[in-house]
């Protein structure tokens, strides 16, 4: 069984994806994205969290298009837009972009003190640090 297949396998079986299309999305953005020289660990588990609805998803499809078109070979201008972005939002929106950051970054997110934000907001962060943990265990 290869990565995506253990990734996605796992990620079924403790139930990590919302809804079929949660899925639907995730497996695409890896099918078509997997084998690209910028795909690492750090990419998926942003791949997880962006597959959660169909705004962020179009979002990271466009993103990771340009780069594939661009022939880039690390994250590192995403990462810089997921910056950016950070900067411009608030609340929860605020919070996925700084574990978006920190999966890019490969290193430990921990939401700060007292972080205000909507429930649904620290629902999908919970869920995406569970898959984060699934995907690194999928790496090997």
């Known amino acids: 069984m290869n990565f995506k297949e253990r990734c996605i396998s796992l990620l079924d079986e403790e139930g990590m994806f919302e809804d079929s299309g949660h899925r639907t999305r995730f497996k695409e953005l890896l099918d078509c994205y997997g084998d690209y020289p910028f795909f690492g660990g750090g990419l998926c588990k942003c791949m997880y969290l962006s597959a959660w609805d169909e705004v962020h998803f179009a979002v990271m499809l466009e993103v990771l298009t340009g780069m594939a078109l661009g022939k880039e070979r690390d994250t590192g201008e995403m990462r810089m837009q997921g910056e950016a972005l950070a900067r411009e ?35 999908i962060i919970g869920q995406a640090l569970k898959a984060g943990a699934l995907i690194e265990k999928a790496l090997g």
Not at 91 to 117: H, I, K, P, T, W
């Open 89 to 123: 939002c608030a609340g929860g929106e605020y919070y996925v972009f700084q574990l978006s950051n920190a999966f890019l970054d490969e290193r430990e997110f921990c939401l700060e003190e007292g972080a205000r934000m909507e429930p649904e907001y620290r629902h």
